[in-house]
């Protein structure tokens, strides 16, 4: 092969790359549990759906799963019904008002242990039929579980939920400390819930940056903030996203900056995945390690 074909090839290749779409995987974790990560889950991805954005939420809280409650609908399926081979995956998926699908975690991925290749390899493939979406978003239980920190390890970023309170903090900073020491991910971000305002919540974000740069030796990104709005609690009540109800408040303003930041970062850092089959394939290879 010549040198103008070879660069002809080149030119192609990067064509094809550039025209592949491509499949964002977010993991949203906290290191305490009732910091705001379901909350937050429900309004950023309304808020992403809003843009245009095809968004599915993975509820992979096993055993406390409440993303559908939320935006007000019951499963009465889960990921665990597909793997029994009694459900498939397009019929466990739940469609909200805006948009926005849910994909019911269940109990647990323990289920794949017993599963067989073939039918690992057919469940995959079921994956196929859901290639328009663009963004997937786990909601997570608290801590540094197995289960947690698998979904941690595959994800394109990860966010991590605190507030300012002290637990909330030391709690976070262990599970980034785990992150670390692991080599887990090293694409961080933090979000400062409950807070009173802006500076407020850089001060807390300064602490926890501080505690790890100077233990772990290690940068955290900053990805901003959402306030204390009492209101949260009505729109739980009422099983509707908050953003959708109350467009014009400072939550809302703080979930668009924040929607803002995390689709420049997603511009700047490409995704590891193409597709959501892709992500499943390697999902279903770290829990079966
Ligand atoms: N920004 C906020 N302002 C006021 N209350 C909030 C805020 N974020 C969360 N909450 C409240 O905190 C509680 C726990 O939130 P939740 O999203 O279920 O946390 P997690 O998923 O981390 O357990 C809920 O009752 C919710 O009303
Ligand atoms: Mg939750």
Do not use: W
């Not at 057919?122 to 579980?145: E, H, M, P, R, V």
């Amino acid at each position: 092969m010549d040198q103008a074909q070879r660069l002809r090839q080149l030119v192609e290749r990067k064509k094809q790359e550039l025209q592949q779409k491509r499949f964002k995987v977010i993991t949203v974790s906290s290191g305490k549990g009732g910091v705001g990560k379901t909350s937050f889950v429900v309004n950023f991805a309304t808020a992403l759906s809003k843009r245009g954005l095809k968004v599915c939420v993975l509820d992979a809280d096993f055993g406390m799963a409440n993303v559908d409650i939320m935006f007000g609908c019951m499963s009465k399926f889960s990921i665990i019904d597909v793997l029994e081979g009694n459900k498939s995956i397009d019929e466990i998926i739940l469609k909200t008002i805006d948009g926005v699908e849910i994909m019911p975690g269940g109990s647990g991925l323990s289920k794949i242990y017993t599963i067989d290749e073939d039918k690992k390899n057919q469940i995959i493939s079921q994956f196929d039929k859901l290639n328009d979406y663009d963004i997937l978003i786990i909601d997570t239980g608290a801590g540094a579980s197995e289960n947690v920190l698998k979904f941690i390890e595959i994800a394109d970023e990860v966010i991590v939920i605190t507030n300012s309170e002290p637990t909330a903090l030391t709690d976070a900073y262990s599970l980034i400390k785990i992150i670390y020491l692991n080599n887990l991910n090293s694409n961080i971000n933090i979000v400062v819930n409950r807070a009173k305002n802006n500076q407020d919540a850089e001060e807390t974000f300064n602490k926890i940056c501080y505690t790890v740069k100077t233990f772990i030796g290690k940068n955290i990104k900053y990805l901003g903030y959402i306030v204390e709005d009492i209101k949260i609690g009505q729109a739980i009540k009422k099983q509707t996203p908050y953003v959708l109800e109350h467009p014009n408040t400072e939550f809302t303003l703080c979930i668009n900056k924040i929607v803002a930041k995390i689709m420049g970062i997603e511009e700047n850092n490409k995704s590891k995945y193409t597709s959501f089959r892709d992500y499943i394939t390697k999902l279903f290879k770290a829990v079966g390690k």
